[in-house]
């Protein structure tokens, strides 16, 4: 399965941005889709996943109430919401794909995009 991630940009504090990971190569509804991201220095954090079906999802504390993640099985797509921007959000962000079940470790994702940078000004 391969990944392209898009959608980062430079925002300022409080506002929105819309990432969308488009995935080709494989059955993409065999797949739970998470979002991660990472600064340089640190180790790269989960933020959301989605289910196969997408009937169920699960979020950072640090994004809950902030960011949605959702998915679309007839367009291979799976998109992160993310409102209320706030500095600390800045960072790659990486769409990933995971046959194997829902979790929020970087260890069980299979297929990874090439990352979109969001940075957020104060």
């Known amino acids: 399965v391969q990944l392209q991630a898009s959608g980062g940009g430079l925002v300022q504090a409080g506002d929105s941005l819309r990432l969308s990971c488009a995935a080709s190569g494989g059955t993409f509804s065999n797949y739970h889709m998470g979002w991660f991201r990472q600064v340089p220095g640190k180790e790269r954090e989960f933020v959301a996943f989605?289910?196969?079906?997408?009937?169920?999802?699960r979020y950072a504390d640090f994004v809950k109430g902030r960011f949605t993640i959702s998915r679309d099985n007839a367009k291979n797509t799976v998109i992160l919401q993310m409102n209320s921007l706030k500095p600390e959000d800045t960072a790659a962000y990486y769409c990933?794909?995971?046959?194997?079940?829902?979790?929020?470790?970087?260890?069980?994702?299979?297929?990874w995009g090439q990352g979109t940078q969001v940075t957020v000004s104060s």
């Open positions: 990933a794909a995971n046959s194997r079940g829902p979790s929020i470790r970087v260890l069980d994702y299979e297929y």
């Open positions: 989605v289910i196969r079906s997408g009937y169920n999802t």
